[in-house]
């Protein structure tokens, strides 16, 4: 536990209520209430100032990395690289369209902290991950005196997400501008999207009129193509489709692909931007971590950059039928130190975790990975426990946080997290563990 937890729970246990209740008591705009509120933490999780922004440094020179291994490892050949991570030709053909060649710098590194250093256990590449309105939690907080006081002391600081991810949009759609002053952007999900993730998205849109900007909701249908080109949302005139669908969405729905060959020729034409461009999905496959791991691979890499890989990333391995069978005797015999994950999976859905499992059960994972191809094994990280004091009971309870680190081409855009007890299980997600908590991050010197 750091120091800083300590002395927060120390002081709500002293009976200081203000701080106890501060999360409780923080007005929060009524969008984010809606969507988060009932998930919050009782308190804020602290990270070290310098310690994050070295890993943050680290990311950077990790998606570096990452958009080089077409070209490094094979000749620049999209597809072999894309067969080797496990994507399917349909898949590939889709993430190139509309694209550059190299995808724009933007995502969540989602990692724990083992204690001694942050270890990254997936880069999360693209517009469509979440949490960019999470900032909001620390403005609230900031509102309650005693939390402000707390944060004063200690000389707490964080970076507004929200603010960050603005100053990008605004930039990546002046070229399509169709006026004067801010852009016009449609948060657009896929087809029956919005049903489920509407709340998550208004919180967004709230986010961003925050931050002056005008953000529309819709799906990937209700979109118009204007007669010069340019896209529309119920007639109004977007200079950026601001991306909530995956090219799987898109595969899934069987008029996806033709329904978004508009946003391909938009973005193309110069008329409004896709922000950002599905081959994104080429990099945040975690099977493209596995092969900066794989130790075939290291003569591809420098001295600074195989330092940097041991550095951040935990032994990670591809399974597919034709892996060598070491490797896949080698899984089963790291029961108790490995996970199982899909390569293009979120949430921790379809996860496998070896030291939850019984052998039979580990067993048939493994045997099932291999048979489907596409799944990565991954080395455990063990996360530093924090308590939480809650203040509806008074108890103490050990929490551990996945830590969602933002970056952007201008560097690092703040922190989020996730957070479960400890003895809740591995996987720290709201997809597959209801009882997962939101929590705003604060940085201490």
């Keep these: 536990m750091t120091d800083l937890s300590r002395i927060y ?18 007005e929060l705009p009524p969008a984010f209430e809606e969507a988060w509120r009932a998930h919050l933490l009782p308190r804020p999780w602290f990270v070290s100032a310098p310690e994050t922004a070295a890993f943050a440094r680290d990311l950077e020179g990790l998606f570096d990395l990452l958009v080089s291994l077409p070209l490094r490892l094979f000749d620049g050949d999209v597809d072999r690289y894309a067969a080797e991570v ?17 995808p724009v710098k933007f995502g969540r590194a989602d990692a724990h902290h083992d204690g001694t250093a942050y270890r990254l256990l997936e880069f999360n590449l693209g517009s469509e991950v979440g949490g960019v309105d999470m900032a909001v939690f620390n403005q609230g907080l900031l509102r309650v005196p005693a939390f402000a006081e707390f944060a004063h002391v200690h000389r707490l600081d964080h970076v507004d997400i929200a603010a960050r991810t603005a100053a990008v949009l605004r930039d990546r759609a002046e070229p399509a501008l169709s006026g004067g002053g801010d852009p016009v952007i449609g948060l ?21 009129a925050d931050q002056g900007i005008d953000v529309r909701i819709g799906e990937i249908d209700e979109v118009r193509t204007r007669s010069d080109g340019k896209l529309t949302l119920d007639g109004t005139p977007l200079d950026l489709v601001l991306r909530n669908f995956a090219a799987s969405q898109l595969l899934d729905d069987p008029a996806g692909p033709e329904v978004a060959e508009q946003f391909f020729r938009a973005h193309q034409a110069g008329r409004t931007v896709l922000f950002t461009s599905l081959e994104s999905g080429f990099y945040s496959n975690k099977s493209a971590l596995a092969l900066l791991t794989d130790p075939r691979r290291r003569g591809s890499f420098d001295a600074e950059e ?16 034709s892996v060598p069978a070491g490797l896949v005797d080698l899984c089963r015999e790291r029961r108790d130190r490995l996970i199982l994950k899909p390569g293009a999976g ?27 191809g596409g799944y990565v094994a991954q080395e455990r990280v063990v996360p530093r426990p924090e308590r939480v004091y809650d203040p509806t009971t008074g108890d103490v309870d050990d929490w551990i946080a ?14 989020h997290a996730r957070a479960n007890r400890a003895d809740g299980g591995a996987i720290v997600g709201m997809s597959s563990n209801p009882d997962t908590r939101m929590v705003g991050v604060f940085s201490h010197p």
Excluded: Q
């Design 188 to 208: 657009i999900e896929g087809r029956g999207g919005v049903a489920p993730y509407g709340r998550l998205m208004r919180a967004t849109v709230e986010a961003m």
């Design 346 to 372: 979120y949430g921790g859905l379809d996860t496998f975790v070896g030291w939850e499992c019984t052998d039979a059960e580990w067993d048939k994972a493994v045997r099932l990975a291999v048979e489907r």
């Design 9 to 26: 729970v120390d002081e709500c246990l002293g009976g200081n209520r203000g701080l106890a209740e501060a999360v409780a008591r923080a």
């Design 306 to 321: 195989r330092a940097l890989v041991d550095r951040v990333l935990p032994w990670s391995r591809t399974l597919h039928a």
């Design 402 to 415: 996945a830590l969602g680190v933002f970056l952007t081409d201008e560097g690092y855009a703040g922190t």
């Design 86 to 102: 496990g994507i399917d030709p349909p898949l590939a053909s889709l993430l190139r369209r509309g694209g550059s060649g190299v």
